[in-house]
């Protein structure tokens, strides 16, 4: 029986930052600091969801940059920068390792991909065969990220993911679990910000979901935000577009 992988057992948030200030003025980013002062991150594989805003985003970046990837994302070998716009949370964060350290990490951020996807074929033609032999700028948005799960995503691995559906398809999505429960099965801790309700079915995983005023709840399947708001909505359209379109 596989054990599921927790390579980071707790993110730890400093204090001394300017809590006036982006991103410490953020509810879910003050609710932890005047906690606990920490986030637990379970083994396997965990989502977080919230509204546009939330922060999901925001920690999911802070993180990576903790566990020493590139904002940007890629790989801890990647150290390319377009433009500086990450936030100032990472520098305030430490990470509380497990008794193992992952063999591979990679931060999969969809706005900047394009970005890293330039930065492989940069890197030549080595680099390009470990997403497949084929580069990104030859592939659809959508294909380019399975192909990434696919070929790249190794076991034993840290792999942090931001909004992986804005890319793909109902059926990508669904590619995209296939892959995500592999990956879990060989050792694999992921953590993923999203508000696709088909990849939060994803069996075994952890949801937490970050609430207006900043609480952090342990959710199910059916109580996420996006899986009841979707649900709402296609049982009866007509009663949203009704206040939507007036």
Same mark, same amino acid.
């Given at each position: 029986?596989?054990?599921?992988?927790?390579?980071?057992?707790? %993110?730890?948030?400093?204090?001394?930052?300017?809590?006036? !200030? +982006?991103?410490?003025?953020?509810?879910?980013?003050?609710?932890?600091?005047?906690?606990?002062?920490?986030?637990?991150?379970?083994?396997?594989?965990?989502? &977080?969801?919230?509204?546009?805003?939330?922060?999901?985003?925001?920690?999911? !970046?802070?993180?990576?940059?903790?566990?020493?990837?590139?904002?940007?994302?890629?790989?801890?070998? @990647?150290? #390319?920068?377009?433009?500086?716009?990450?936030?100032?949370?990472?520098?305030?964060?430490?990470?509380?390792?497990? =008794?193992? $350290?992952?063999?591979?990490?990679?931060?999969?951020?969809?706005?900047? +991909? +394009?970005?890293?996807?330039?930065?492989?074929?940069?890197?030549?033609?080595?680099? %390009?065969?470990?997403?497949?032999?084929?580069?990104?700028?030859?592939?659809?948005?959508?294909?380019? #990220?399975?192909?990434?799960? $696919?070929?790249?995503?190794?076991?034993?691995?840290? @792999?942090?993911?931001?909004?992986?559906?804005?890319? &793909?398809?109902?059926?990508?999505?669904?590619? %995209?679990?296939?892959?995500?429960?592999?990956?879990? $099965?060989?050792?694999?801790?992921?953590?993923?910000?999203?508000?696709?309700?088909?990849?939060?079915?994803?069996?075994?995983?952890? /949801?937490?979901?970050?609430? !207006?005023?900043?609480?952090?709840?342990?959710? =199910?399947?059916?109580?996420?935000?996006? %899986?009841?708001?979707?649900?709402?909505?296609?049982?009866?359209?007509?009663? +949203?577009?009704?206040?939507? /379109?007036?």
């Amino acid at each position: 029986m596989t054990t599921r992988a927790q390579f980071i057992r707790e %993110v730890r948030f400093g204090k001394g930052a300017d809590a006036d !200030e +982006y991103p410490f003025d953020l509810p879910v980013v003050r609710r932890i600091v005047e906690g606990a002062g920490s986030l637990r991150i379970p083994p396997g594989v965990t989502f &977080l969801v919230g509204e546009n805003g939330s922060g999901k985003s925001t920690l999911i !970046e802070a993180i990576a940059v903790a566990a020493g990837l590139n904002p940007e994302g890629g790989s801890q070998n @990647y150290r #390319f920068e377009t433009r500086s716009t990450e936030s100032q949370l990472g520098e305030h964060l430490s990470l509380t390792w497990g =008794v193992t $350290k992952p063999r591979s990490r990679f931060f999969l951020r969809a706005e900047s +991909y +394009y970005n890293v996807a330039t930065e492989t074929e940069r890197l030549g033609p080595e680099q %390009v065969a470990t997403l497949g032999g084929v580069s990104a700028h030859e592939r659809s948005h959508g294909e380019s #990220f399975v192909d990434l799960l $696919k070929h790249r995503f190794s076991p034993n691995g840290l @792999y942090l993911l931001d909004e992986p559906e804005a890319a &793909l398809s109902p059926n990508g999505c669904m590619a %995209v679990i296939a892959h995500l429960a592999h990956l879990a $099965k060989r050792g694999c801790q992921i953590l993923v910000a999203t508000h696709s309700p088909i990849l939060l079915a994803l069996p075994g995983a952890t /949801i937490y979901e970050i609430l !207006e005023d900043g609480t952090i709840d342990l959710v =199910v399947y059916d109580d996420a935000l996006p %899986v009841r708001l979707t649900r709402d909505f296609l049982a009866d359209p007509d009663r +949203y577009l009704r206040h939507l /379109i007036d």
